[in-house]
Protein backbone atom coordinates (compact mmCIF):
# COMPACT_ATOMS: atom_id res chain seq x y z
CA UNK A 1 0.00 0.00 0.00
CA UNK A 2 0.91 3.53 -1.17
CA UNK A 3 2.12 5.59 2.40
CA UNK A 4 -0.11 8.13 1.61
CA UNK A 5 -2.98 5.53 1.03
CA UNK A 6 -1.79 3.76 4.42
CA UNK A 7 -1.19 6.88 6.07
CA UNK A 8 -4.96 8.06 5.44
CA UNK A 9 -6.49 4.67 6.36
CA UNK A 10 -4.64 5.13 9.65
CA UNK A 11 -6.14 8.34 10.35
CA UNK A 12 -9.48 7.56 9.29
CA UNK A 13 -9.25 4.43 11.26
CA UNK A 14 -8.09 6.30 14.71
CA UNK A 15 -11.12 9.01 13.87
CA UNK A 16 -13.43 6.37 13.81
CA UNK A 17 -12.19 4.78 16.90
CA UNK A 18 -11.68 7.90 18.61
CA UNK A 19 -15.39 9.20 17.70
CA UNK A 20 -16.73 5.58 19.28
CA UNK A 21 -14.56 5.82 22.46
CA UNK A 22 -15.70 9.36 22.45
CA UNK A 23 -19.62 9.39 22.25
CA UNK A 24 -20.69 12.95 21.25
CA UNK A 25 -16.97 14.38 21.24
CA UNK A 26 -15.46 13.25 18.47
CA UNK A 27 -12.33 13.69 17.65
CA UNK A 28 -11.46 15.61 14.71
CA UNK A 29 -7.62 16.01 13.14
CA UNK A 30 -6.76 19.51 11.90
CA UNK A 31 -4.53 20.30 9.33
CA UNK A 32 -1.61 22.48 9.62
CA UNK A 33 1.72 22.81 7.77
CA UNK A 34 4.94 23.20 8.74
CA UNK A 35 6.38 26.98 7.42
CA UNK A 36 8.68 30.06 8.81
CA UNK A 37 11.64 27.50 9.24
CA UNK A 38 14.82 28.82 8.16
CA UNK A 39 16.11 27.74 4.68
CA UNK A 40 17.75 24.36 5.00
CA UNK A 41 16.53 23.50 8.66
CA UNK A 42 13.43 21.33 9.91
CA UNK A 43 10.99 21.44 12.87
CA UNK A 44 11.73 19.14 15.26
CA UNK A 45 8.36 17.00 16.31
CA UNK A 46 9.24 16.38 20.35
CA UNK A 47 8.18 13.71 22.62
CA UNK A 48 7.50 16.54 25.05
CA UNK A 49 6.59 20.47 24.52
CA UNK A 50 10.03 20.97 25.42
CA UNK A 51 12.91 22.09 23.51
CA UNK A 52 14.60 20.18 25.58
CA UNK A 53 12.75 17.35 25.18
CA UNK A 54 13.58 14.08 23.02
CA UNK A 55 13.42 15.01 18.75
CA UNK A 56 10.97 12.34 17.46
CA UNK A 57 11.51 13.43 13.63
CA UNK A 58 11.88 16.40 12.08
CA UNK A 59 10.22 18.09 9.04
CA UNK A 60 10.81 20.84 6.51
CA UNK A 61 8.55 23.70 5.40
CA UNK A 62 5.42 22.41 3.25
CA UNK A 63 5.17 19.13 5.24
CA UNK A 64 1.09 19.13 5.95
CA UNK A 65 0.85 17.80 9.88
CA UNK A 66 -2.30 16.01 11.41
CA UNK A 67 -2.71 18.08 14.25
CA UNK A 68 -4.19 16.12 17.67
CA UNK A 69 -6.14 20.24 18.52
CA UNK A 70 -4.72 19.91 21.88
CA UNK A 71 -1.53 22.59 22.78
CA UNK A 72 -0.22 23.73 25.53
CA UNK A 73 -1.99 26.71 27.83
CA UNK A 74 -5.09 24.83 27.21
CA UNK A 75 -5.70 26.09 23.74
CA UNK A 76 -8.17 23.72 21.76
CA UNK A 77 -7.62 24.19 17.54
CA UNK A 78 -11.39 24.15 17.73
CA UNK A 79 -11.25 26.98 19.51
CA UNK A 80 -10.07 28.90 16.68
CA UNK A 81 -11.31 26.89 13.83
CA UNK A 82 -13.76 29.27 12.58
CA UNK A 83 -11.45 32.24 12.62
CA UNK A 84 -9.23 33.50 9.81
CA UNK A 85 -5.71 31.75 9.24
CA UNK A 86 -3.46 34.68 10.89
CA UNK A 87 -6.13 34.55 13.96
CA UNK A 88 -5.10 30.73 14.09
CA UNK A 89 -1.52 31.55 13.73
CA UNK A 90 -1.47 33.78 16.33
CA UNK A 91 -3.12 32.16 18.49
CA UNK A 92 -0.69 29.06 18.60
CA UNK A 93 2.65 31.02 18.03
CA UNK A 94 3.77 30.76 21.11
CA UNK A 95 2.45 27.31 22.48
CA UNK A 96 3.42 24.07 21.70
CA UNK A 97 0.87 21.67 19.82
CA UNK A 98 0.51 17.83 20.02
CA UNK A 99 0.93 16.31 16.25
CA UNK A 100 -0.13 12.59 15.13
CA UNK A 101 2.58 11.29 13.27
CA UNK A 102 4.48 8.24 11.72
CA UNK A 103 8.34 9.31 13.17
CA UNK A 104 9.70 5.64 11.19
CA UNK A 105 7.44 5.97 8.43
CA UNK A 106 6.58 2.42 9.16
CA UNK A 107 2.86 2.26 10.86
CA UNK A 108 3.43 3.02 14.33
CA UNK A 109 1.99 6.40 14.55
CA UNK A 110 2.74 8.54 17.91
CA UNK A 111 1.88 11.87 19.38
CA UNK A 112 4.53 14.33 19.53
CA UNK A 113 4.61 18.04 20.06
CA UNK A 114 5.86 21.13 18.00
CA UNK A 115 6.52 24.88 18.20
CA UNK A 116 3.68 27.18 17.26
CA UNK A 117 5.45 29.56 15.45
CA UNK A 118 6.85 26.89 12.86
CA UNK A 119 3.27 26.01 11.94
CA UNK A 120 0.42 27.62 10.04
CA UNK A 121 -3.10 26.30 9.08
CA UNK A 122 -3.01 24.27 5.87
Same mark, same amino acid.
Given at each position: MKPQL?? #?SA???LAMTAGLAAGAQA? /??HAWEVANVAWGDVLNVRKYPASTSQI &?? #?????TVLQMTGRCTGGLDLD? /??GQ???K?? &?AVRHRWCEVWHDPAQNGNFATGWVYGKYIVPH
Open positions: RL #AFAAS /VF &QS #AYPNGD /VAPDWKA &Q
